[in-house]
């Protein structure tokens, strides 16, 4: 019986330290597929919410946002709820560099921005109906757009507040400033954790 308490024993930390050791046979397999096994993981992990590192990311309380792939960063303090905290979960999964388009005719570019989010991301929304935006609010406006305000505007839509820029002149030339990406035809803005 005592052998048979320590074989099983010795079989219970072999298979941990398969495990152990799988995950980092996945990780490094993962990293010589040319991305194909993580952008699974990730689009999986996108879907579901449900990751290790996206768990990890929930204390997120700000993310960094360039617009352009050469501007200066500027901090975006995130508002305390799901719909936030699940954007800030997936940007530490990797970063976003998102198009910002201004093709609705009847949206205001002059006071305002939009980026669409992949769908494969499902971010929870809780949007309510909102007519008076400041300068430095962002929403979040289903189904997966955030939408920045860079001046104080009027404009009436269901939104979720995700974050607020600080809007300084600084601010709000970077954002007016951005330049169209040479033979793409839009502008870009790239969000990261800090």
């Avoid at 052998?3 to 298979?15: H, N, P, Q, T, V």
């Avoid at 507040?161 to 790239?190: H, M, R, S, Y």
């Amino acid at each position: 019986m005592l052998s048979a308490a320590l074989l099983a024993g010795c079989g219970k930390e072999e298979r941990q330290g398969s495990v152990s050791t799988g995950q980092s046979t996945s990780d490094t397999v993962a990293g010589t597929n040319a991305g194909t096994e993580t952008d699974t993981v990730t689009e999986t992990e996108a879907k579901s919410g449900n990751s290790a590192d996206s768990q990890n990311t929930s204390g997120v309380t700000e993310l960094e946002v360039r617009f352009g792939d050469n501007g200066s960063p500027f901090m975006m303090q995130l508002e305390d709820n799901e719909t936030a905290a699940a954007i800030a979960r997936y940007v530490g999964t990797s970063d976003w560099r998102l198009p910002i388009y201004e093709r609705d005719d009847d949206a205001d570019y002059d006071v305002m921005q939009y980026y669409d989010v992949s769908g494969r991301y499902n971010i929870p929304s809780n949007g309510k109906t909102v007519t008076s935006e400041k300068a430095g609010e962002v929403y979040y406006s289903d189904p997966n757009r955030i939408v920045l305000f860079y001046h104080d505007a009027e404009i009436t839509g269901e939104y979720t507040k995700i974050g607020t820029f600080d809007a300084t002149d600084d601010f709000v030339t970077a954002v007016e400033e951005n330049p169209v990406l040479e033979g793409w035809g839009n502008k870009i803005v790239q969000i990261a954790q800090p």
